[in-house]
């Protein structure tokens, strides 16, 4: 069972740096730093031939950005996950997190 901190660290990972919500179409820039496609375009904006990463600066001498198909699909699963409702058990000694589907709970 994965514990509350295992589900907060996944969801930060799947979360856009710009937007602060899962990714859309993630990214991968020269840095090696990931955005939605929209969140990174839409910061660099237009008519600057260098850009910088919005989260390490580094600066990016091309605007190149490419598909991060692994963390699309990591992402894709987590939100098929997302239907269910995670609840917080802490009847042991050790709080975990539980899944229960919605179904069971109407």
């Known amino acids: 069972m994965a514990s509350v901190q295992e589900l907060e ?8 740096s710009i937007c ?6 993630p990214v991968i ?6 955005f939605c496609r929209d ?8 008519g600057q031939e260098s850009v910088s990463c919005p989260q390490c600066r580094q600066q ?6 490419r598909p991060n198909r692994t963390l699309s699909n990591m992402v ?4 098929c996950h997302s239907v269910r409702s995670w609840l ?19």
């Open 20 to 25: 602060l919500e899962f990714y859309t179409d």
């Open 29 to 34: 820039i020269d840095c090696g730093h990931n």
């Open 88 to 106: 917080i058990c802490t009847s042991t000694e050790n709080p975990h997190v539980c899944p229960i589907s919605l179904d069971t709970l109407t």
């Open 9 to 16: 660290n996944l969801r930060n990972e799947a979360t856009c």
């Open 60 to 65: 990016i001498p091309e605007r190149g950005v």
């Open 76 to 79: 894709e699963s987590l939100v």
């Open 39 to 46: 969140c990174i375009l839409q910061c660099w904006g237009t």
